[in-house]
């Protein structure tokens, strides 16, 4: 099975950068270049339609607000969640990475394979610095995301 | 329809949904007479006019891309545009063409976001664009895929599509190479299919519906080409004049209803956007885009304001075939990267961009001091022209469909400030409706 790893977030938003930072780690390491394709998406989340197809899978690396602790992460199916999205009042301004995954479900792709590594963010504002309980945990998020890609 | 609609008709809409932005309509109608018919813009403001001055002339293109990320191509090349003007700075035949490349990728995807995902769901009726690619497919894949070349033109030769780094005052700060130049080639040819075979689709599945009402068309003309980098404004009333005359053109007023200023040149409004252009300057359209013209029904002068979105995927083939154009020129003649054009010293003056973006032509007017600080900023939107215009629409539409009911109304109200195209995020920034009964 391909596999392939995504960095969603803005660089400048705080914790929200916190996809792209992992996902720049990870292009230095080639233990995980070797068996993962990896794509630094930031904000614009509309290519992932194109890389949904049979035989992969793909997990996206975000900063995703669930209700837990800022810093803790989790790793969940797409399809195992329901993610608040605007569908009727959407305007272009607002199609994320959930919108885009509810347009390929649409489209009769399959998104079952859409893995999500959450983190917790503390702060979502205007900025570049990552909030210190995220930044002490970089190393832990690497090590559970190469954990994931080894054994799933 | 119940006879107690012709006579009293309240109808609040409180989103205005598949804009981009945030507004109200308000609708009542008393006994037949229309009380109130009021398209509300209640956006904050957002003073990027305010917070321009003081800063260095090559920033502004910088900042301004800012306002919109759907247009910010648009605004780039507005911004540089009033700064060249000001500074008296002459760019290259290179780099002319460089710029309409990069306009051209903006009005692809902006065009191709409004007609694929924001205005087809309402011909399949459907509430959204996921309702509406179970119904359509290859409707929603082929919007996709021509949003993705847009997109990809916009990363080639603007360094990237929303917010562009290399299109900079006197030119560009890299060019794209002939490899990246062929296969945006490629795709623009191939691109042909689908543009038919959505012309095919809507002729033979959607509704355009029934309302026409004369205006004023203003856009950009120019003596060579399809104008959209570089013209003269000109209205369909009262001819040609300079870009420099754009506050004769424009007479922005405020109501008290909109945080978005109106604007009214020889009536009490006027349209801008794709469906000006083309009554105006059809003539200059590519041949096939006039074909498409042709298939989908478009005669000009068209007053059916909901036909903009044909004119729009008009415009879309009229760019497809004019990137093609380009690119084969710069193919002949590869672009080499030259140092961008520099003011002299101690250059000052006050400069006019008028560029046709998407929704219509955008002004930058800035002054400059002898020291390249800008001391003066006036930046018109598209959206605000087209405010005053949307309200006349409506204004003239609801006595003509009171036999519909209230639903049908509230939907055509809905499809006619849709057709648009606002982006409200832009002029102050979004949009609801609110029929009251």
Redesign the interface.
């Known amino acids: 099975m391909r596999k392939i790893v995504i960095g969603i977030g803005d660089d400048f938003f705080c914790d929200d950068a916190i996809g792209l930072i992992l996902l720049r780690k990870l292009q230095n390491n080639p233990e995980v270049l070797r068996i993962a394709t990896l794509l630094e998406f930031g ?2 989340s ?2 992932i ?2 890389w949904i197809k049979a035989n992969t899978l793909i997990l996206i690396i975000d900063a995703v607000k669930m209700g837990l602790k800022p810093g803790e992460f989790k790793i969940f199916r797409f399809t195992e969640v329901k993610a608040k999205t605007n ?7 607002q199609f994320g990475i959930a919108e885009n995954l ?2 390929a479900e ?3 792709k399959d998104i079952s394979s859409i893995y999500i590594f959450g983190i917790e963010p503390e702060r979502l504002e205007i900025g570049n610095e990552i909030s210190d309980v995220i930044k002490s945990n970089i190393e832990k998020y690497i090590a559970e995301i190469k954990n994931f890609l080894y054994n799933i | 329809m119940s006879e107690s609609l012709k006579i009293d008709l309240n109808i609040a809409v409180n ?1 205005i ?5 945030h507004g109200n309509i308000k609708i009542d109608l008393k006994k037949g007479e229309l009380k109130e018919c009021k398209l509300e813009i209640v956006e904050a403001p957002r003073f990027y006019e305010a917070f321009l001055r003081g800063r260095k002339y090559y920033e502004a293109p910088f900042i301004t891309s800012r306002i919109c ?2 247009c910010g191509i648009g605004h780039t090349l507005a911004s540089i545009s009033a700064v060249e003007d000001a500074l008296n700075i002459k760019v290259s035949e290179q780099t002319r063409i460089l710029r309409q490349l990069l306009n051209n990728s903006e009005m692809l995807q902006s065009h191709c ?1 409004h007609i694929y ?2 205005v087809a769901p309402d011909f399949y009726k459907a ?5 509406m ?2 119904k359509n ?1 290859e409707l ?2 082929i919007g ?1 895929k021509l ?2 070349l847009a ?1 990809d033109i916009g990363d080639i030769v603007g360094g990237r599509c ?1 917010h562009p780094i290399a299109s900079v005052v006197g030119g560009f700060t890299k060019v794209p190479t002939k490899r990246e130049l062929k296969g945006l080639l490629d795709r623009l040819k191939e691109a042909e299919k689908d543009i038919w075979k959505t012309i095919e689709i809507f002729k033979k599945e959607i509704e355009i519906p029934d309302y026409e009402r004369e205006t004023e068309y203003i856009s950009l003309k120019h003596s060579d080409m399809y104008a959209f980098n570089e013209g003269d404004i000109y209205s369909s009333d009262t001819g040609l004049t300079s870009y420099k005359n754009y506050r004769e053109m424009t007479n922005e007023y405020v109501v008290p209803h909109s945080t978005a200023k109106h604007t009214r040149h020889n009536r009490d409004s006027f349209m801008v956007g794709a469906l000006a252009r083309v009554n105006n300057n059809y003539a200059q359209l590519v041949p096939s885009a006039k074909k498409a013209a042709d298939e989908l029904g478009l005669k000009v002068p068209c007053h059916n304001p909901y036909m903009i979105t044909i004119a729009q995927l008009i415009e879309v083939e009229h760019c497809r075939v004019d990137s093609i154009n380009i690119i084969e020129e710069l193919l002949r003649h590869p672009p080499v990267y030259e140092k961008p054009e520099q003011p002299k010293v101690c250059a000052s003056g006050d400069g006019v961009g008028a560029i046709e973006v998407p929704r219509g032509i955008l002004y930058h007017n800035y002054i400059i001091n002898k020291d390249g600080i800008i001391e003066d900023v006036n930046c018109i939107i598209p959206t605000g022209q087209n405010l005053a215009n949307i309200e006349l629409d409506m204004k003239s539409f609801i006595p003509q469909m009171l036999n519909k009911s209230k639903e049908e109304i509230t939907l055509l109200m809905e499809m006619l400030v849709r057709a648009y195209d606002p982006c409200i ?1 832009c002029s102050a920034h ?1 949009l609801e409706v609110e029929f009251i009964e």
């Not at chain 1, 569908?87 to 301004?93: A, G, K, L, V, Y």
């Not at chain 2, 509430?127 to 309702?131: A, P």
């Open positions: 904000k614009k509309s290519q339609i194109d569908e009727n009042t959407i305007s272009f301004h509810l347009l649409s489209l009769g | 989103y949904t598949r804009i981009e932005g990320g759907i976001l995902f924001l509430t959204n664009v996921f309702t690619a179970k497919p929603a894949l996709l949003k993705k997109n929303i995020s979004f």
